[in-house]
C-alpha cells in the first residue's frame, strides 16, 4: 500500500503551493479551532497596532455604545469577522498586477480584519516594498485604521511549518502526521531543504535491542519518516541515533520476504528485515501481512538527549537540530560527534 498523502503532489501548476498552504491552515481551524486563532495571533504580533482579538469575545453585562439609552444584556458573546488571504510561489515569482488584484478582494467587506499572507522559499519577498506601499495606499483610501487595516505579512514555508508546529504539544501527534506530511511536500517541490538536520524520534521499548542489532526500525507503510535522522527513545531519553540511508516496503505471509515499490534490496537488507519480522512475533505484531516500512541505517550510535518535561513520549517528534539545537555542520559531522553534542543538552 502507498503512504497516504494530506496534501496533493501531482499537478504542475504553482497554484497547488496555494492550495496546499491554505489547506494545511483550514485543517489547523478543524483540528483546533484555539490553535488556528493562535497562528492569527501570531502573524500579527509584530504589529505596532496590535489590537487583534479573532477568538470569541463573551461579556457579562455589556452595555452598548451605539445608543445612550440602550439596555444592558446580560450576556453577548462577540466574533469579529475576519479575512485571510494567502498567495504562495516558488522563488520570488510574485508581481504586482496580481497582488493589486487580490487587494480588489478586501474591498466593500464588513470584516473587522483583514490579512495579506505570501509565501516563498525566500526570506524577502523582492516587491515586498512595494506591496506594503500598495496596502497603506489602500487602507488609506477606505480610512481603516488601527486593528481594522488590512495588514500584510510574508512568510517561508518552513517558518509557516514552524509556527504551527510551535503550537502542537506531544498529545497532538494526530496533526503533527498532517504537518509532517506537508513538510515532506514542501522537501519534495524544493519549497524547503531542511530535511538533512531533521531528526524524527520515536519511542521503543520491547524492540529496542533487535532495532540496535538489526539497525533498522519499523512502522506501518502509512506511516513515512520525512527525516535524515533517526532517534530512538527509551526512558526518558533519546537513547540512539541513526542516518536513514533507505527506505525498504515488505512484508512476509509465508516465510518468503516480498518487498514493494522499486527500491533494491541486498541480501545482508533481505535477512535484517526477516529477522526483524520473526522477532516481532514475540510482542504480537503482526508485520507478516500488514506491510510496513522497514528504515535503514548504516549503524545506531548510543546517545543520552534527555527529556526534561513530565510524561514520556506520545507518538514521534522532530527534532530540527541545527536552528532549535545549535548543532552545526551536520552534513559534515559524523553520527558520534552528533550523538556527543546531543547528549549536553536537553529537550522538553
Given at each position: 500500500?502507498?503512504?497516504?498523502?494530506?496534501?496533493?503532489?501531482?499537478?504542475?501548476?504553482?497554484?497547488?503551493?496555494?492550495?496546499?498552504?491554505?489547506?494545511?491552515?483550514?485543517?489547523?481551524?478543524?483540528?483546533?479551532?484555539?490553535?488556528?486563532?493562535?497562528?492569527?495571533?501570531?502573524?500579527?504580533?509584530?504589529?505596532?497596532?496590535?489590537?487583534?482579538?479573532?477568538?470569541?469575545?463573551?461579556?457579562?453585562?455589556?452595555?452598548?455604545?451605539?445608543?445612550?439609552?440602550?439596555?444592558?444584556?446580560?450576556?453577548?458573546?462577540?466574533?469579529?469577522?475576519?479575512?485571510?488571504?494567502?498567495?504562495?510561489?516558488?522563488?520570488?515569482?510574485?508581481?504586482?498586477?496580481?497582488?493589486?488584484?487580490?487587494?480588489?478582494?478586501?474591498?466593500?467587506?464588513?470584516?473587522?480584519?483583514?490579512?495579506?499572507?505570501?509565501?516563498?522559499?525566500?526570506?524577502?519577498?523582492?516587491?515586498?516594498?512595494?506591496?506594503?506601499?500598495?496596502?497603506?495606499?489602500?487602507?488609506?483610501?477606505?480610512?481603516?485604521?488601527?486593528?481594522?487595516?488590512?495588514?500584510?505579512?510574508?512568510?517561508?514555508?518552513?517558518?509557516?511549518?514552524?509556527?504551527i508546529e510551535s503550537l502542537l504539544s506531544d498529545r497532538d501527534y494526530e496533526f503533527a502526521d498532517?504537518?509532517?506530511?506537508?513538510?515532506?511536500?514542501?522537501?519534495?517541490?524544493?519549497?524547503?531543504?531542511?530535511?538533512?538536520?531533521?531528526?524524527?524520534?520515536?519511542?521503543?521499548?520491547?524492540?529496542?535491542?533487535?532495532?540496535?542489532?538489526?539497525?533498522?526500525?519499523?512502522?506501518?507503510?502509512?506511516?513515512?519518516?520525512?527525516?535524515?535522522?533517526?532517534?530512538?527513545?527509551?526512558?526518558?531519553?533519546?537513547?540512539?541515533?541513526?542516518?536513514?540511508?533507505?527506505?525498504?516496503?515488505?512484508?512476509?505471509?509465508?516465510?518468503?520476504?516480498?518487498?514493494?515499490?522499486?527500491?533494491?534490496?541486498?541480501?545482508?537488507?533481505?535477512?535484517?528485515?526477516?529477522?526483524?519480522?520473526?522477532?516481532?512475533?514475540?510482542?504480537?505484531?503482526?508485520?507478516?501481512?500488514?506491510?510496513?516500512?522497514?528504515?535503514?541505517?548504516?549503524?545506531?550510535?548510543?546517545?543520552?538527549f534527555i527529556k526534561t518535561s513530565k510524561g514520556g513520549l506520545l507518538g514521534g517528534k522532530l527534532?530540527?537540530?541545527?536552528?532549535?539545537?545549535?548543532?552545526?555542520?551536520?552534513?559534515?559531522?559524523?553520527?558520534?560527534?552528533?550523538?556527543?553534542?546531543?547528549?549536553?543538552?536537553?529537550?522538553?
Open positions: 500500500m502507498a503512504n497516504i498523502h494530506y496534501f496533493q503532489r501531482y499537478h504542475s501548476k504553482e497554484n497547488v503551493h496555494t492550495a496546499n498552504a491554505f489547506l494545511l491552515i483550514n485543517r489547523l481551524y478543524q483540528y483546533k479551532p484555539q490553535y488556528f486563532y493562535s497562528f492569527l495571533d501570531s502573524l500579527v504580533e509584530n504589529d505596532p497596532n496590535n489590537e487583534y482579538n479573532f477568538r470569541l469575545n463573551m461579556t457579562l453585562q455589556a452595555k452598548s455604545e451605539q445608543k445612550k439609552s440602550s439596555t444592558v444584556p446580560d450576556a453577548m458573546i462577540v466574533q469579529y469577522g475576519y479575512r485571510l488571504c494567502v498567495e504562495a510561489k516558488i522563488g520570488d515569482w510574485f508581481y504586482i498586477e496580481q497582488i493589486q488584484g487580490h487587494l480588489k478582494s478586501f474591498n466593500n467587506l464588513d470584516t473587522k480584519y483583514k490579512l495579506f499572507l505570501t509565501l516563498s522559499n525566500e526570506n524577502e519577498c523582492r516587491i515586498g516594498t512595494e506591496i506594503k506601499k500598495l496596502v497603506n495606499e489602500f487602507n488609506k483610501s477606505n480610512e481603516l485604521y488601527n486593528e481594522e487595516r488590512l495588514i500584510y505579512i510574508h512568510l517561508t514555508f518552513e517558518k509557516l511549518i514552524e509556527t498532517v504537518l509532517d506530511d506537508y513538510r515532506e511536500y514542501c522537501f519534495e517541490q524544493g519549497l524547503i531543504d531542511n530535511k538533512y538536520q531533521l531528526m524524527k524520534a520515536y519511542a521503543v521499548g520491547d524492540t529496542l535491542t533487535i532495532n540496535k542489532k538489526l539497525n533498522l526500525y519499523y512502522r506501518k507503510s502509512t506511516d513515512n519518516i520525512k527525516a535524515d535522522l533517526l532517534g530512538l527513545y527509551n526512558n526518558k531519553s533519546i537513547v540512539a541515533i541513526g542516518r536513514i540511508y533507505k527506505i525498504i516496503r515488505a512484508t512476509m505471509p509465508e516465510d518468503v520476504l516480498i518487498v514493494s515499490g522499486e527500491e533494491d534490496i541486498t541480501e545482508d537488507e533481505y535477512n535484517r528485515i526477516k529477522e526483524a519480522i520473526l522477532d516481532s512475533e514475540n510482542y504480537g505484531y503482526n508485520l507478516r501481512t500488514i506491510e510496513h516500512n522497514f528504515f535503514m541505517v548504516e549503524h545506531f550510535v548510543d546517545c543520552e527534532f530540527e537540530l541545527e536552528s532549535d539545537y545549535g548543532i552545526e555542520d551536520i552534513k559534515k559531522k559524523t553520527l558520534e560527534e552528533i550523538a556527543t553534542e546531543l547528549s549536553q543538552k536537553t529537550w522538553e
